[in-house]
């Protein structure tokens, strides 16, 4: 059988979520104009998406600054979690010096910890970078370790046997191997990447999706909360997929072997 | 003396204060095929890896014509029983990774990798990843990729181990003839005895464990090796003898 184009294959993995979603929003609405709540309690979603457009350019404009936190954030979180792999990898003494330590990183409260960084950073970029860096480098950092360590011991011979160097068989077999790993990784921190931006602007930030919630929250503009919540979600999904774009430019053959 | 290319003096091994080879004497002489069989478990994997270099023995020395050889893997082309071909290098680039590794240009590592595709049935290939290849092909890769490293002696661990029986049969005919056209040292491991007959000069019989060498048995079959030949009697008798010297018990 031939594979699906790449049309067809976007409509059956874009259908049935989009039903459902539909479904559920038909029902939502359906349940607010039978029940009358105040939309203060519960807007309609036809009301979300009507005062979310009449206030588009406000909420454009806290959505640069989440976006720019999420990156710069995620920037420091891939550097973070690359260096420590490569490290742990090269270095059995790092490993157990930092095992511990990074399984210890990931049991901070940070509900706890978020309002600190406010305290001793203030309000600017860096405590929410650390909040980012916090909540995503742990997938990436423990997915390149396994990766490189999943590496078989017969490669690691053939190498050794050719004369490399342990940085020869690092970047020829190492390397490479871990990239699909690192790829599903990279997945599993980038969904983060985005919440933890909002959660850190949410403590306090001058401009951002969290920020403007919060205020609007304390307004009772629930239509207002929810539409950026839209917006955040987008913003996830939207990263999420074009970690699939970048796989399949770094990782072309990874994509065949799957394919085949 | 007559020449050696190989000599295996005394090879002791032992895990965990298991012993596994107990002193291992071998001599190989310049283009001979040698192949070592053994019952699973006797230490033919421990043996090549120290003779590739990659382990230390505990005792006893390897030497290539007639210098201390142990615990380096610069003389021996090590082709291990998986084929290991990378799915993120193309067949070439496989092929020569051994070359690029040893720090040849990349250029001139493919080029030389290039010139073995032909007679190793790989042409038109070269730029195709390994998953495209069929098993056979793929084992043909993986054996250009460790005799285009030019070394003294071929290491080869049960190469066709994976392979149907078919398929092993016609690798076993082909890799007779090229052997005969490029003039290789070899050491093959293999549990396969028919194997060891049809491709050997001599075989050589491990007992279980501690290993040592417990029968040497010559082919005196001619080359080139034809499949008829199986069914001579001198390769029947030659079978028979490696069989009972495997069952024997100690």
Known sequence: ?260 | MAETKLILDGLCKAFDGLDVLAGIDLDVAPGEFVSVIGPSGCGKSTLFNIVAGLQRPDAGRVLVDGEDATGRTDPFAYMPQQDLLFPWRTVLDNTALGLEVGGLRRRDARARARALFAPFGLAGFEDARPHQLSGGMRQRAALLRTVVLERPVLLLDEPFGALDSLTRTDMQTWLDGVRARFDWTVLLITHDVREAVYLSDRVVVLGPRPARVRREVPIGLPRPRVLDMITDPAFAAAERELLAALRRPD
């Open chain 1, 1 to 260: 059988m031939a594979p699906p184009t790449g049309a067809r294959r976007v409509l059956r993995a874009g259908v049935p979520p989009l039903v459902l979603v539909l479904a559920g929003l038909a029902a939502w609405q359906w349940a607010v104009v039978a029940t009358d709540v105040r939309p203060q309690v519960l807007p309609s979603p036809l009301r979300v998406a009507a005062q979310g457009w009449a206030f588009r350019e406000q909420i454009w404009a806290n959505t640069v600054p989440t976006l720019q936190v999420t990156a710069v954030g995620f920037a420091v979180s891939l550097l973070l979690g690359w260096t420590i792999a490569i490290a742990v990898d090269f270095s059995p003494w790092l490993r157990r010096a930092l095992t511990p330590l990074l399984v210890a990183s990931q049991t901070l409260p940070i509900i706890a910890i978020a309002p600190l960084l406010i305290i001793w950073f203030g309000f600017g970029l860096l405590p929410k970078v650390v909040v980012i860096a916090l909540v995503t480098f742990f997938p990436i950092a423990v997915g390149l370790i396994e990766g490189f360590a999943a590496t078989e011991r017969t490669a690691s011979d053939l190498l050794r046997s050719m004369g490399a160097s342990r940085w020869d068989e690092f970047r020829h077999v190492r390397l490479p191997g871990a990239l699909p790993r690192f790829f599903t990784a990279l997945r599993i921190g980038i969904t983060y990447a985005v919440t933890g931006a909002i959660f850190a602007e949410y403590v306090g930030a001058q401009a951002g999706l969290g920020i403007f919630m919060n205020l609007q929250k304390n307004s009772f503009r629930t239509d207002l909360v929810l539409a950026a919540v839209v917006v955040t979600a987008v913003l996830s999904v939207t990263l999420f997929l074009l970690t699939y774009v970048v796989e399949r430019l770094v990782v072309p053959w990874n994509a065949e072997l799957r394919g085949g």
